[in-house]
């Protein structure tokens, strides 16, 4: 009989896509079971294959190039997930942090490798700045305790960028000295041009970003237009001498501040990477890796229980020693232990380099036994990080009992209502909602398009699906659940009123009136009825560009606002659109009001940028024009009549805003205040609010006359 052998290993390229294909799939299934982080789980599959194990698959070049963008795509994403703004907050705690978290595992490694393995001096540095950086794999599982915003968390994610950045300096230096030119001159040639890619990174890109993201809506191009920003990046810095994932790292960081974590534009790049290229480059690490050298002496044995002892001791040394220093919990210490313990991708990338760069004698820097302690390490670090996060977030919980308040999504009403009555406002009436609905609930967003019904439904109809339709792909990209109404009504106002009851919806994000001609009103024709028959919080949009593209967002507060039983509604959805694009915030208010606010900000948003201007009183919102730019939003909060926050001052608002902000970026917030509930008749309850009064209307005509 012939044998099976003879048809190994595979070399049609379709077959070989669809085995790598099964290992994405199937991998993380059975890595599951066996509790073993996914990463490695692809690594072990690799092993399995590769011409070591049961020779199924020859690493062509296919796994050369996708393996190269894999590689490219983990330092990418590590820069463009990294919270920035709460490491601007706390930079002196950071900043010890990350250096003692870099320097002993960095200096213990190096001296494990000259004294205790018998490495050469670049090995040894090589194999220093692989331990000296750390992976946050155990991240997710701080995430479903809702712990993120614990001093333990926020420091281990600031000190994993800094540990990861230095050792990418070092590594991109030992790179460009592996030709032997190690002078004076050598290293001041090699500051001098990572100081210019940094300075013209910094410089040219976030300009062009701002302005492609502008002027350029289609997912698929803002999705090019990223990988473009990549891959250039990351070519220009090899052509500095630098390595090529410092550049994907730096691009990472430039385009951090305008892809928000919740965006459709960062699901889909976070999507392709873990589901095509990240998998491809760590199984063809695993191909690389032969397990038969373990048992061809004690050689790899030493190497590998040297390198896991090194790097757990070393970083557990530097979360203690800094938790000493910070005068913190030791329960904060042994969750920054646990969350910088981990080495993952980063180590395998470092690694996959010194198997590819050459000593002046000929040999390589890294050789077999070095990948497979790393391999090791890592499978070791990974079940350690895990272990001790999930132990440590537990203890957490129940020493400072947040479960009361963390255990209770329920009690949030929120059910946003996004009626979508224009094309070109669907877009950004459902991103919106998704930077500032609350990710915790998990809720899906309510689309709803009312027609009148007449002659012209049937094709006014049509032309609303297509509007439901679009802004429901929009919220799916992000993964987000949208569900869409379309209604015939002889009202547009009564139709999303009777909408709003049914779907038992808290509040309504709504576009501004399209003004057709000067003669048009500024609200039209029926958001004044919503207003007025609505007693929960509406909110009026007019953004013109990009929300990740802002650079500040001015919040218009009147006094009194904090005795409306919405204020803490608004103040935590513009703190989220503030904390998702990571812009500053102005709120500009009395100072009481003012106060309340940073209290609330302080406590529930302690990353956003937030700064506090007395505005004395609101015949001064005028002057708010000289300050906004055109890359700024302007939130005015305002009030119904009769309501508590109320004033004479808000009938005028709509003629300030068109005279001083005509095109300016603006919401506009009506919160939840007190009133009987929609479709409640009474003698006393008025059956129409109009937005100016009588008064008001005589008074203008006045002044008109006498200009």
């Known amino acids: 009989m012939p044998s099976i052998a003879q048809y190994f290993p595979i070399t049609d390229p379709t077959l070989i896509f669809f085995v790598v294909l099964c290992i994405i799939l199937l991998a993380p299934i059975v890595m599951s079971r066996l509790r073993i982080p996914h990463i490695v789980g692809m690594v072990l599959a690799g092993v399995a294959i590769g011409q070591y194990g049961l020779n199924i698959l020859e690493r062509d070049s296919s796994f050369e190039l996708f393996g190269r963008v894999g590689l490219l795509y983990i330092m990418f994403l590590a820069g463009l997930e990294l919270n920035l703004t709460s490491i601007r907050k706390k930079h002196r705690q950071f900043l010890v942090f990350g250096l003692l978290t870099f320097l002993i595992p960095f200096v213990m490694a ?114 090019i237009y990223v990988m473009c920003v990549l891959f250039f990046s990351a070519a220009i810095s090899e052509i500095c001498g630098l390595e090529g994932i410092f550049g994907a790292f730096v691009a990472g960081l430039l385009l951090n501040r305008y892809i928000p974590s919740v965006s459709p534009l960062m699901n889909r790049i976070e999507f392709i990477g873990n589901a095509l290229f990240i998998p491809y480059f760590l199984i063809g690490v695993g191909m690389l890796i032969d397990f038969s050298v373990l048992f061809h002496g004690y050689d790899t044995l030493w190497v590998i229980f040297c390198m896991v002892m090194i790097a757990t001791i070393s970083k557990a040394l530097a979360a203690y020693v800094s938790c000493f220093v910070f005068k913190a919990p030791w329960l904060s210490g042994h969750m920054m232990f646990g969350l910088t313990e981990a080495h993952a991708a980063g180590g395998i990338a470092m690694t996959m380099i010194g198997m590819n760069m050459m000593m002046p004698d000929g040999s390589y820097v890294f050789d077999a036994n070095v990948l497979n302690g790393v391999v090791m390490m890592i499978l070791f670090t990974c079940i350690v990080s895990s272990i001790v996060v999930e132990n ?150 007019r953004v013109t560009q990009r929300f990740s593209t802002l650079r500040m967002i001015h919040v218009a507060v009147p006094s009194r606002v904090e005795f409306e039983p919405g204020f803490y509604r608004w103040v935590e959805h513009v703190s989220r659109l503030a904390d998702n694009i990571g812009c500053r915030i102005v709120f500009h208010g009395r100072r009481k009001t003012c106060d309340l606010i940073a209290d609330f900000v302080k406590n529930r948003h302690p990353e956003v940028r937030a700064d506090y201007e007395e505005l004395m009183h609101w015949k001064e919102l005028p002057s708010l024009a000289s300050e906004i730019r055109e890359d ?62 009588a008064y008001a209307t005589v008074l203008n005509w006045i002044n008109k006359i006498r200009s």
């Open 110 to 223: 190096y001296f494990m490798g000259i004294f205790l393995l018998k490495y050469s001096e670049m090995t040894s540095l090589l194999l220093a700045c692989i331990l000296a950086s750390n992976t946050l794999i155990a991240y997710p599982i701080v995430c479903k305790f809702g712990l993120q915003k614990h001093p333990g968390v926020a420091l281990s994610v600031g000190s994993s960028m800094i540990a990861l950045t230095l050792s990418l300096l070092i590594l991109a230096a030992i790179v460009g000295s592996s030709d032997g030119e190690s002078g004076v001159s050598f290293w001041m040639l090699f500051i001098v041009k990572v100081i210019a890619f940094c300075a013209l990174s910094t410089m040219i890109v976030p300009r062009l970003t701002r302005w492609f993201f502008n002027h350029y809506a289609d997912s698929v191009m803002l999705y």
């Open 392 to 541: 440590t977030s537990q203890a957490i919980l129940l020493k400072e009992k947040l479960y009361p308040t963390e255990q209770k999504p329920e009690s949030d009403d929120e059910k946003i209502l996004l009626p979508l009555q224009h094309d070109e406002d669907a877009d950004t009436l459902v991103n919106l909602a998704i930077l500032m609905r609350n990710k915790r609930l998990n809720r899906g967003l309510i689309g709803l398009n009312v027609v009148y019904d007449d002659t012209d439904s049937n094709r006014n109809r049509k032309e609303g699906r297509n509007i439901l339709e679009r802004a429901e792909a929009t919220a799916i990209s992000a993964d987000v659940r949208m569900q869409t109404q379309s209604r015939l009504s002889t009202n547009i106002a009564n139709g999303i009123k009777h909408a709003f009851k049914e779907f038992d919806a808290s509040e309504i994000v709504m576009g501004l009136h399209h003004r057709t001609s000067p003669a048009d009103s500024f609200w039209g024709a029926y958001t004044p009825g919503l207003i007025s028959d609505i007693n929960r919080q509406i909110m009026i949009c």
């Open 632 to 693: 700024h939003l302007l939130v005015v909060v305002t009030a119904r009549q009769g309501t508590v926050s109320y004033k004479p001052a808000f009938e005028r608002l709509s003629d300030e805003l068109m005279e001083y902000f005509p095109t300016n970026n603006l919401i506009i917030i009506y919160p939840d205040q007190h009133g009987q509930p929609q479709d409640v008749m009474t003698f006393t309850a008025p059956q129409r609010q109009d937005s100016e009064s």
